[in-house]
């Protein structure tokens, strides 16, 4: 499986984004596609997973309310949607895949990681 995300820039404080996740390979539907983060100085930190399907989709409690995560099948393409963002949320975003999905926020779940994005918001 290979990710690309895309989709990372500058933007102001409040401001939204869009990340996309573009995946190729063999990718089924209880897949699970996830988001994770990483600030600069920081530990890698889990934003939100979903499965391939569609059904399900589980997010880091810091991450409700403010930002989506979704998928389009037809694209093999997942999304994270990132609104009211403030500056803490400057990170690299990375997607990642898991062969099975689970409403997990370990790292260790996920075998395959994209390149990551730059997102960083300014004040």
């Known amino acids: 499986v290979q990710l690309q995300a895309s989709g990372g820039g500058l933007v102001q404080a409040g401001g939204s984004l869009r990340l996309s996740c573009a995946a190729s390979?063999?990718?089924?539907?209880?897949?699970?596609m996830a988001w994770f983060r990483q600030a600069p100085g920081k530990e890698r930190e889990f934003v939100a997973v979903?499965?391939?399907?569609?059904?399900?989709?589980y997010y880091a409690d810091s991450m409700k309310g403010r930002f989506t995560a979704s998928r389009d099948n037809a694209k093999n393409t997942v999304y994270l949607q990132m609104n009211s963002l403030k500056p803490e949320d400057t990170a690299i975003y990375f997607c990642?895949?898991?062969?099975?999905?689970?409403?997990?926020?370990?790292?260790?779940?996920?075998?395959?990681w994209g390149k990551g994005t730059q997102v960083t918001v300014s004040s």
């Open positions: 990642a895949f898991s062969r099975l999905y689970s409403a997990s926020s370990s790292s260790t779940m996920y075998d395959y």
């Open positions: 390979g063999r990718i089924f539907r209880d897949s699970g």
């Open positions: 979903v499965r391939w399907s569609g059904s399900s989709t």
